[in-house]
């Protein structure tokens, strides 16, 4: 599924039509307004699975810790004088 977002670009060029004793080209050029509209699609679904992704490893992150604080626990336990 993929979701649309508008990005909005609009640029502006004023020209100062009041100096009369310039005969610049760009004195003669009207004022302009651009404004473009785009769509940029966004895929939902790559979100979900980087999501699913981010999960899975910290899930196995803990999984992992856990063991080796298993593992770490009876090594000390065995170590231990009786």
């Known amino acids: 599924m993929e979701s649309k977002v508008p990005l909005f670009c609009q640029a502006e060029e004023n020209s100062d039509l ?25 895929s939902q679904m790559t979100q979900k699975t980087i999501s699913h992704e981010i999960r899975g490893l910290r899930l196995e992150h803990k999984k992992r810790k856990r063991e080796m604080l298993s593992s770490l626990c009876k090594t000390s336990y065995n170590e231990v004088p009786q």
């Open 18 to 42: 009041s100096d009369e004793g310039c005969n610049s080209l760009a004195t003669n050029l009207p004022s302009r307004h651009i404004d473009n509209k785009k769509d940029i699609k966004f």
